[in-house]
């Protein structure tokens, strides 16, 4: 739909207003402002011309208007703007970049009190003033007027850039270069395009319940994940890229296996927790797991007449369907034991892979049938663009007659293999002669695979090599004793991202709406951000150790991404220090802070690093220098 209320602010000789409204529909109205007063233009005959022409088609015209203060130019009811226009903003002669800074910080704090919720702001600059990769050539961020930095500062982010072109608006003649009646030098200029950034928000984890037998205990989710659990990814209504592959890839196998697909149970809980497929697979799923401490609550009596505490959730296992898993470090036996519930800690489900004998050790298993889980798994990692803490898995079980296990094995790979392909190779920009690869590499013991993956979709110049999946041929049944099991996992989010091409994992958990519409039912193209070339800002953290407690890297990235609100994308080790005399050890880290989908401003980003400061000294036990 075409923008119905046009402001243009900055205008110089009106000459842009002009050219601009004689392109409009008839519907839109156009408000065309100055910071001069009409004395200032009163000998200047094409301004005068201009205003003259813009008068007689309906045009508002307003003089003294400080594109620094919109809100105090604007009554209430004449705000709501679906576009501002600002061409080569200036501070006036030889101003340097900080002062040009300045004013487009200004501005754009200033558009956020006049502009509607989905409106846009257009800022023509002159080449390398942005100080974007668009820019060509793209000057030193110091010397630039970082128009992305002070775009966040009022809540808007870059969402397309584009060459100026005069001749997409005859008539225009930009004045003003210098506080003179010259014109700026237009070759190589920029559109730059922005649109208001969701708002960071306070996720606070929320309080769950959940009733073992007849008792409840409520748990506090892991603040790392707020925000990130049961988003529905993968329901019926969703239209998420996520769901999508996962239909795609099931749709696909079942032209070659018949079906069977399983309710997946309560991502909170791992039901027959330490029966994952060998020992080894289980003591690595389970030290990266998130685990929980349960309390007894006895509050939950007080929700039947209308208690219930905001921001809980409820779920319901049974004793014969929960299995305690392991927590490391604890006594397995006193867990297990009814009374001691409150003192449990049960783990976030690490991996679909924990349901595996819960599915074969069923009567009614169907031997050729491809059993399939489809659901959201948890796992601490380290930072980086392509590991995340919340995904979705997909899980294919195969049981077959042990006499037919190569042939079978070697059947569901081929399928695997040409399906995968496919996906990932239909994003192809045509008459590109770039493709991605799948193979199946042997792990360490010889008998099982990694599902890896050579991709070009995130640009010619970068090859990604990831592991999106496993392959294991290690599960056996006390019930199914005559046969062999296979069992695929398929990390979703990763394969989503390799198929549209989105270069980062975070996009896909974003609650903003401009991502789902980048991904129409039926078509498959690459993904197009609408949040380009975020700033980035880089602040380092050192620490004393202490001699008693052992420090755990990955729990610090997990404080990191929670602090930070997944903001911090890269964390690098720099430097070991060991004091002379004392022999207290000191480690030094870089932190890398950077969004794909918000605003971010330095202040929030020296907020965040001191919070971080905070956390690893009550959380990890670390004394920050």
């Given at each position: 739909?075409?923008?119905?209320?046009?402001?243009?602010?900055?205008?110089?000789?009106?000459?842009?207003?002009?050219?601009?409204?004689?392109?409009?529909?008839?519907?839109?109205?156009?408000?065309?402002?100055?910071?001069?007063?009409?004395?200032?233009?009163?000998?200047?005959?094409?301004?005068?011309?201009?205003?003259?022409?813009?008068?007689?088609?309906?045009?508002?015209?307003?003089?003294?208007?400080?594109?620094?203060?919109?809100?105090?130019?604007?009554?209430?009811?004449?705000?709501?703007?679906?576009?501002?226009?600002?061409?080569?903003?200036?501070?006036?002669?030889?101003?340097?970049?900080?002062?040009?800074?300045?004013?487009?910080?200004?501005?754009?704090?200033?558009?956020?009190?006049?502009?509607?919720?989905?409106?846009?702001?257009?800022?023509?600059?002159?080449?390398?003033?942005?100080?974007?990769?668009?820019?060509?050539?793209?000057?030193?961020?110091?010397?630039?007027?970082?128009?992305?930095?002070?775009?966040?500062?009022?809540?808007?982010?870059?969402?397309?850039?584009?060459?100026?072109?005069?001749?997409?608006?005859?008539?225009?003649?930009?004045?003003?270069?210098?506080?003179?009646?010259?014109?700026?030098?237009?070759?190589?200029?920029?559109?730059?395009?922005?649109?208001?950034?969701?708002?960071?928000?306070?996720?606070?984890?929320?309080?769950?319940?959940?009733?073992?037998?007849?008792?409840?205990?409520?748990?506090?989710?892991?603040?790392?994940?707020a925000g990130k659990l049961n988003r529905g990814f993968l329901e019926a209504p969703s239209c998420h890229p996520v769901k999508t592959i996962n239909e795609k890839l099931i749709s696909e196998l079942g032209k070659a296996f018949p079906l069977k697909r399983l309710t997946c149970p309560s991502h909170l809980l791992p039901q027959g927790g330490t029966s994952v497929l060998t020992v080894g697979n289980c003591d690595v799923l389970l030290s990266s797991a998130f685990w929980i401490s349960l309390c007894e609550d006895n509050s939950y009596s007080e929700s039947l007449t209308g208690g219930t505490t905001?921001?809980?959730?409820?779920?319901?296992?049974?004793?014969?369907?929960?299995?305690?898993?392991?927590?490391?470090?604890?006594?397995?036996?006193?867990?297990?034991?009814?009374?001691?519930?409150?003192?449990?800690?049960?783990?976030?489900?690490?991996?679909?892979?924990?349901?595996?004998?819960?599915?074969?050790?069923?009567?009614?298993?169907?031997?050729?049938?491809?059993?399939?889980?489809?659901?959201?798994?948890?796992?601490?990692?380290?930072?980086?663009?392509?590991?995340?803490?919340?995904?979705?898995?997909?899980?294919?079980?195969?049981?077959?007659?042990k006499n037919l296990k190569d042939g079978c094995l070697q059947s569901l790979l081929d399928h695997l293999n040409g399906i995968l392909n496919s996906l990932l190779n239909q994003t192809l920009l045509e008459g590109s002669e770039l493709s991605s690869s799948v193979e199946f590499v042997f792990e360490p013991n010889g008998k099982d695979y990694m599902v890896n993956v050579k991709s070009h979709n995130f640009g010619s110049d970068c090859i990604k090599d990831l592991i999106i999946g496993s392959v294991t041929t290690s599960a056996t049944s006390i019930i199914h004793k005559d046969l062999c099991f296979v069992c695929v996992s398929v990390n979703l989010d990763l394969l989503a991202m390799l198929v549209w091409g989105i270069s980062d994992w975070r996009m896909l958990w974003t609650f903003d709406n401009r991502f789902l519409k980048n991904f129409s039912p039926g078509k498959t193209a690459p993904f197009k951000s609408y949040s380009l070339y975020p700033p980035y800002y880089v602040h380092d953290i050192s620490f004393w150790l202490d001699e008693k407690k052992s420090f755990d890297e990955v729990e610090f990235h997990t404080v990191a991404r929670a602090v930070s609100q997944d903001t911090v994308i890269s964390i690098r080790f720099l430097s070991r220090f060991q004091h002379p005399k004392t022999e207290q050890v000191s480690l030094c880290y870089r932190l890398t802070y950077q969004t794909c989908d918000k605003a971010l401003t330095q202040q929030q980003v020296a907020s965040m690093q001191s919070q971080l400061r905070k956390a690893i000294q009550q959380q990890l036990y670390v004394t920050p220098r």
């Open positions: 739909m075409a923008p119905r209320r046009l402001l243009l602010v900055g205008e110089g000789n009106f000459s842009f207003a002009v050219a601009l409204n004689q392109t409009l529909d008839p519907r839109t109205s156009l408000t065309a402002t100055c910071l001069q007063r009409p004395a200032d233009l009163a000998q200047d005959p094409v301004a005068q011309e201009n205003l003259q022409r813009l008068r007689e088609r309906g045009a508002e015209i307003r003089f003294g208007v400080d594109c620094t203060q919109l809100v105090d130019a604007f009554e209430l009811q004449d705000r709501e703007f679906d576009r501002i226009y600002f061409n080569f903003p200036h501070c006036g002669r030889k101003a340097g970049v900080a002062k040009n800074r300045e004013l487009l910080a200004k501005f754009f704090q200033s558009c956020a009190d006049v502009l509607a919720e989905e409106g846009e702001v257009h800022v023509a600059l002159c080449k390398g003033q942005g100080g974007t990769p668009a820019d060509k050539p793209m000057r030193e961020w110091h010397n630039s007027w970082q128009v992305v930095a002070m775009a966040a500062l009022g809540g808007f982010i870059l969402s397309d850039v584009h060459p100026f072109s005069c001749e997409a608006v005859p008539g225009y003649k930009c004045t003003g270069y210098r506080s003179q009646d010259k014109s700026f030098h237009v070759e190589g200029a920029l559109n730059h395009i922005f649109t208001r950034s969701l708002a960071f928000e306070d996720l606070q984890p929320r309080i769950s319940r959940i009733k073992l037998g007849d008792q409840w205990f409520s748990f506090l989710e892991p603040e790392v994940l905001q921001d809980t959730e409820d779920f319901i296992v049974s004793f014969s369907e929960l299995s305690l898993p392991r927590c490391p470090g604890r006594d397995s036996k006193s867990a297990a034991h009814e009374g001691m519930y409150d003192q449990a800690k049960i783990c976030l489900r690490p991996s679909l892979l924990v349901h595996v004998q819960t599915v074969i050790q069923a009567p009614d298993f169907l031997p050729g049938s491809l059993h399939i889980l489809s659901g959201p798994v948890f796992q601490k990692c380290l930072i980086s663009p392509f590991t995340m803490p919340a995904f979705h898995e997909t899980l294919f079980i195969l049981g077959f007659d």
